[in-house]
């Protein structure tokens, strides 16, 4: 099937100092990607919709210039936190969606393993 | 807005009994409704999924089917195996899956030999 991954699993800042998340799609092209947070014992939250070669779109009280998001090509998508602060600690998940191939899998969402971030 | 509630774990169950986590949800519309399943260690996997009332979706033994009337898509399996042990996420796209889902809390499930 397709995977996902992403790099660091895990990630220990200092307040301040910004911290970049990769995530690639390993076998296959995804022309959109998503990024999630998920706080303990609470659901996956959207944060953005990110599309290859132009903006990504927040959702609803997620700060953009706080949370960059760039998608260059059709394998790779990066959320770099800016200045981050303890309460950006969280477990940030991302998701690339197939844009072709098998009809099964079409639209579907591929979810990478998560990155936790701690903020001291 | 769109929301989704399920119930929360641990659900702990012995093998081969059977299960039953329920979701229901919120949305303008007919979305579409996703299972999705976390192995530790590991990313979300879709489970299975349907996309129209009335709709089953099924995978490993596993069943959902999409209750419109009672806007529901309550997860079934008939007998479970530890290696079901997971958290079971249920989730919702109001674009037929082609935008951001909106997830339940997730279900622990526990299974014991």
């Known amino acids: 099937g397709a995977v996902v991954s992403q790099h660091p699993s895990r990630v220990i800042c200092k307040s301040g100092t910004s911290v970049k998340i990769e995530c690639r799609s390993l076998?296959?092209?995804?022309?959109?990607m998503f990024w999630y947070r998920q706080f303990p014992k609470k659901s996956l939250m959207l944060m953005a919709t990110?599309?290859?070669?132009?903006?990504?779109?927040?959702e609803q009280g997620v700060e953009k210039d706080k949370f960059l998001i760039n998608h260059a090509s059709l394998t790779l998508s990066t959320l770099t936190v800016t200045s981050a602060h303890p309460e950006d600690s969280s477990f940030y998940i991302c998701?690339?969606?197939?844009?072709?191939?098998?009809?099964?899998?079409?639209?579907?969402?591929?979810f990478g393993p998560g990155t936790r971030l701690t903020v001291l | 807005g769109n929301s989704v509630t399920q119930m929360e774990g641990p659900v702990t169950l012995s093998e081969e009994a059977f299960l039953t986590i329920n979701c229901t949800y919120t949305?303008?519309?007919?979305?579409?409704l996703f299972w999705y399943v976390q192995y530790p260690g590991e990313g979300l996997q879709l489970l299975l999924k349907?996309?129209?009332?009335?709709d089953k979706g099924s995978n490993k033994g596993f069943e959902a089917t999409y209750r419109k009337e009672t806007t529901s898509f309550h997860l079934e399996k008939g007998s479970v195996q530890v290696s079901d042990s997971a958290v079971y996420f249920c989730?919702?796209?109001?674009?037929?899956?082609?935008?951001?889902?909106?997830f339940g809390k997730g279900t622990h499930l526990i299974i014991q030999p």
């Open positions: 998701s690339a969606m197939t844009s072709g191939g098998l009809s099964s899998s079409y639209n579907e969402q591929f």
């Open positions: 076998d296959f092209q995804a022309t959109t």
């Open positions: 990110s599309n290859e070669g132009s903006k990504a779109t927040y």
């Open positions: 949305a303008t519309g007919y979305p579409s």
């Open positions: 349907a996309t129209k009332a009335d």
């Open positions: 989730a919702l796209s109001a674009g037929g899956g082609a935008d951001g889902l909106t």
